[in-house]
């Protein structure tokens, strides 16, 4: 799992995100959090997992939309993942560019 920690906890509460996916690429703002993990090949399942991206929200109020979960098309291979005030941005070794909103 990710943990995320915040100097200032009267805003935010710790964050406890479970990971399945092994994500390794992050983007950290003050209204969420961005994880990618990259297509990767499984030797526990000898296959290939696709290129994924998740949204966590820091927003309580949020509960239906605090998260949403991508999964990219075979072609795509993730490459980098942003994070604004209010989008997600994805770049793909296919110079793809997917902007999504907080929500999804």
């Not at 509460?13 to 969420?32: A, E, M, V, W």
């Not at 994924?52 to 509960?63: E, G, H, Q, S, V």
Request: with cysteine.
């Amino acid at each position: 799992s990710i943990e995320i920690e915040f100097a200032d906890t009267t805003k935010h509460r710790k964050q406890t995100i479970p990971d399945p996916h092994h994500c390794c690429l992050s983007s950290l703002n003050s209204f969420g959090c961005a994880l990618a993990s990259p297509r990767r090949y499984s030797y526990e399942e000898e296959t290939t997992k696709e290129s994924i991206m998740m949204f966590r929200t820091f927003d309580t109020w949020a509960l239906s939309s605090s998260s949403w979960f991508i999964s990219l098309s075979s072609e795509d291979i993730l490459g980098v993942a942003v994070g604004g005030s209010e989008y997600v941005a994805i770049i793909t070794d296919k110079s793809n560019l997917r902007i999504y909103t907080q929500s999804g």
